[in-house]
Structure formats: structure tokens, C-alpha cells
């Protein structure tokens, strides 16, 4: 059951691509949209079928595939990654809803946005870790063309630059995941059966740091994330919605279930200074925001500072925080994709981003006044205001980390305290004020379009007001990670893991 989500969307895509003749835009756009919409309907019927109590990998795939090197098609479902197989099934659907009737070469752009699904996806699920890899580079291919294709005027540059930062931070993975395997003397790339070598504390130190290197890169933390911004200022509304609601927690993703999970004395005896790395990342990310006068710029280096609360998390390897980092990787996957909605919406009726030429969009008469609101919407959510999903997983990410590392914690709450400012500048700048005479001519907002912000508007809501019906998904598969014990124990000895 858990392959249909890689190979759907890889036979849709080929589908499309392919198909013989002649036809519209559109057409192709209904097919990859039914085409996701198969996705979103069998994530959710997983959702159902899963045990929540049962921390194990669950609807497990395994079949030997290159025997020789010990690889293995082995996929699994559990707490920690079926929320992230929901958001990337989810923000596909809205990705190739907001993408434009008319676009050109659109065969060659729906086939690209399913491949990535299926590559994403594919390393949510994987649990061997050269298949991990696969799907992890997998996912570069469609993103470079869909930034160089239809991005911004400096798209070749920016795609360039995002080719090379990612293929680095692949060489470091891959380079890790090989000296396990070597070094442990395993005779496969099996995720459990490598977490139950016990390696010493330098071993683990030498393939954990290279790891993170690469990881470092994809999340992305300072100062190896210069290839954002260029990337979200040159790609188009739909493309950064999936990069920063999806691909970047490839790299949140990876720190839990590698990092943790197969280096865990290497990660407690570094992870002071992974807590510092991740303040220094909030307060970079959240300084840089305040002075960008480019819309997609402010939501970037927002993306950066609010990344590095889940490093924060995640260093601090206690339950509460582990799981709270996992709730931050939805939060913000939601309430970034919701800004880049918004802005793109602002860009394409008033076809700028410049936060010094915007103003008065508020204007109920003329403006942009319910566009407007769902950016306040959003903004509210970033900055953590009670009651929307933001305040939930900062809350539980400062909870959790607090009383392991209170300098870098209250070092990140400055950063989280900066987002209200950065994020009021702009709002005040954009939306209130009066409207300017260039701006009086707005096209009118049709609700088609405003539908899939009002969609995230409502997750992002819900969940800030009832945390737990996520919070309940990744807690028993913190404690497990947490344990040292791998899964297959676990399974073998389920009084031990219930205690």
C-alpha cells in the first residue's frame, strides 16, 4: 500500500509527459490533479488504518532489490513520518491547483512537480538508508528545471546555485550512510538493523558530523544557507510552496531519524553546539528578515529562523522536545506555504513585492481586504499567538528544550519575539496606510484563488486550537527513538518499549 504513493505519481507522471497528441494546458493540469487528489485520498485512508498507540513501523514493504550491495526496497510508516506523507500529498494538490491554466511546456512542469512528490515521499518511507538517498537526491532533478523553466529573471543563477549546494550536501549523506556500513560491519543498508550496532563514541562522531553537514544544507542553517533566498525570490508562487512547506524537512526529517536515531551518543555529546548553531541560525534568520524590502525575501529568512527551532528540538533529545520538533515541521510547513500563497497573490494582482511601493491593500473598496486578512492571519501564526498552530509548537519546542539548554532557548525567543516585528513592518508597509494611486486599479480576487489559503487558514487554526489530534501521532515514536532500542527489539520485547 505505501509504494501506490511513489508509484502513482510516478506513473502519472510519465503519463503525462507522454501522452500522445495535442492538448491544452489545462487538460494536463486536470490529470495531475486527479492524479494528487488519488494521493491525498490514500494518505488519509492510512491515516485511519494506523494504530497511533503502536510505535513500530507499520504497513512494512520489505523485498530485496540489489542483493550484492545489500540494498533493499524496504519502506515503513509510523508517527514521525506520516504527518510529513500528509503534508506533501496535501501541498502538492494545492501546488498544482495554483499553478497557472496557461502555463507553457506544462506537460514537462506537472510530470516535474510529481516527480518530486514521488521522491519526497519515497524518503519519508524509506528504511534503508541508500534508498533514503535515492529518493533524497531524487527530488533535486525536478526542482532545478522547475526553478531554471519558469522561475524569475535570475532563475538560471538561482537553480545553479541550489544544484550545487544540494548535490554537496547528498555527497556528505551518502558519504556518512557508507562509513556506517562499512565501519559497523553490516552486511546491508537496513535502517534497524544498523541502529542495533553499538559503535564507539568516535565512530560515531566521524560519520555523524558529515551527516550533518549535508542535512545542515537541505534544512537550511546558517551559514550554509545562501541558496534560499535566491531560489524562493526566483521561483515561482507554486514551487516555493513545495520548497519550503516540503522539501526543506527533508533535512529536519533526516536530523531525527539518522541523527537521533543511529548516532545517539555521538548527537548528546555535540549537541550543546548544535543548540548554539541553532540560535545563532533564529537570530541570523530573523535579523536578515527585518531589512528585506522583497515580500518573498521577509517569508525566506523567516523560513530559516523558524528551521532552526526544529535544531533546537532536536538537540535537546528529550520526549517532549523530539516531539514538539516534529509538530514545528507541520506548523511551519503550513503557515509558510500559507504566506507564500498570499504573497503570490499580492504579486500577480499588483505585480510587485516591494514592500516600500505597496500600500492601503486593506482598502475594502479597492484593495485587497480578505487577502490581506489571511496575511495577518498568517503573520499572527508565525509570530506564535495563542490560538493557531505556531504558538502550539513553539511553546512545545521552548518547553521541551528549556531545561536542557536555557541560554540557546531564550536566545531562539528572541529570534521568535524579532518575527512579530519583521512580519509588522511589512503588514503596516503592505496592507494599511493609504492606498496609492498606482494601486487603484487592483484586479479583483476571484475565490478559486483565495481557496487553497483558506484551506491552510482553517489546518492552521484547528490545530492551534486542538494540538493534541497531532501531538498524538509522533509521541510514541519519540520515546522509541529516544531509547536506543531499535524497532525489530521492540517488537521482540514490547513490555520493555511499553516501559
Not at 555521538?266 to 527585518?290: H, N, V
Not at 535537546?316 to 498570499?342: C, E, N, P, Y
Request: hydrophobic letters at 55%.
Amino acid at each position: 500500500m505505501l509504494s501506490a504513493l511513489i508509484i502513482i505519481p510516478l506513473i502519472g507522471a510519465i503519463f503525462i509527459a507522454f501522452f500522445p497528441g495535442k492538448k491544452t494546458s489545462s487538460f494536463y493540469r486536470f490529470l495531475a490533479l486527479i492524479c494528487t487528489s488519488a494521493l491525498l485520498v490514500l494518505t488519509l485512508i492510512l491515516g485511519f488504518k494506523f494504530d497511533i498507540n503502536n510505535p513500530s513501523m507499520q504497513f512494512s514493504e520489505n523485498i530485496p532489490w540489489i542483493i550484492d550491495i545489500g540494498l533493499n526496497y524496504h519502506l515503513g510508516l509510523d508517527g514521525l513520518s506520516f504527518p510529513l506523507i500528509f503534508i506533501n500529498s496535501l501541498l502538492t494538490l494545492i501546488t498544482i491547483y495554483t499553478s497557472s491554466k496557461t502555463i507553457e511546456r506544462s506537460q514537462f512542469y506537472y510530470a516535474l512537480i510529481l516527480i518530486l512528490n514521488c521522491g519526497v515521499s519515497g524518503a519519508f518511507l524509506a528504511q534503508d538508508v541508500l534508498l533514503f538517498f535515492f529518493f533524497y537526491e531524487l527530488e533535486i532533478i525536478p526542482l532545478y528545471f522547475l526553478i531554471a523553466i519558469w522561475g524569475g529573471a535570475k532563475r538560471g543563477y538561482a537553480a545553479m546555485k541550489f544544484l550545487l549546494y544540494t548535490a554537496i550536501s547528498g555527497f556528505f549523506v551518502l558519504g556518512s550512510f557508507l562509513g556506517l556500513v562499512w565501519l559497523s560491519g553490516a552486511s546491508t543498508f537496513d535502517y534497524e538493523l544498523l541502529r542495533s550496532h553499538n559503535l564507539p563514541l568516535s565512530t560515531q562522531l566521524l560519520l555523524l558530523i558529515p551527516l550533518l553537514i549535508g542535512l545542515a544544507i537541505k534544512i537550511p542553517i546558517f551559514p550554509l544557507h545562501t541558496w534560499l533566498p535566491d531560489a524562493h525570490v526566483e521561483a515561482s508562487t507554486p514551487v516555493s510552496v513545495l520548497l519550503a512547506g516540503v522539501l526543506l524537512k527533508l533535512g529536519t526529517y533526516g536530523l531525527l531519524r539518522f541523527g537521533v536515531g543511529l548516532f545517539f551518543d555521538a548527537w548528546t555529546y555535540i549537541a550543546p553546539w548544535l543548540a548554539t548553531l541553532a540560535a545563532i541560525s533564529a537570530l541570523y534568520g530573523a535579523s536578515c528578515a527585518i531589512v528585506q524590502k522583497d515580500m518573498k525575501k521577509v517569508v525566506a529568512y523567516s523560513s530559516i529562523a523558524h528551521m532552526a527551532y526544529i535544531l533546537l528540538a532536536a538537540a535537546a533529545a528529550t520526549h517532549l522536545s523530539i516531539t514538539a520538533a516534529t509538530f514545528q515541521m507541520v506548523s511551519h510547513g503550513l503557515i509558510s506555504a500559507m504566506l507564500f500563497l498570499v504573497v503570490g497573490i499580492v504579486y500577480e494582482k499588483t505585480g510587485s513585492r516591494d514592500v516600500d511601493f505597496l500600500r492601503g491593500l486593506l482598502n475594502p473598496q479597492r484593495g485587497l481586504p480578505i487577502t490581506g486578512s489571511l496575511m495577518i492571519l498568517g503573520v499572527m501564526a508565525s509570530a506564535g499567538i495563542p490560538g493557531l498552530v505556531g504558538f502550539i509548537a513553539e511553546f512545545l519546542v521552548f518547553r521541551g528544550s528549556f531545561p536542557i539548554f536555557p541560554v540557546q532557548t531564550l536566545l531562539c525567543l528572541v529570534g521568535s519575539g524579532l518575527t512579530a516585528v519583521y512580519f509588522l513592518l511589512m503588514v503596516n508597509k503592505v496592507f494599511f496606510g493609504r492606498l496609492t494611486p498606482e494601486l487603484s486599479q487592483i484586479p479583483k480576487v476571484l475565490w478559486t484563488e483565495r481557496l487553497p489559503a483558506f484551506i491552510l487558514a482553517i489546518l492552521i487554526v484547528v490545530l492551534g486550537i486542538q494540538p493534541s489530534w497531532m501531538v498524538r501521532w509522533s509521541e510514541p515514536q519519540a520515546a522509541l527513538l529516544l531509547t536506543g532500542e531499535s524497532q525489530l527489539e521492540a517488537v521482540a520485547n514490547p513490555e520493555t518499549s511499553n516501559s
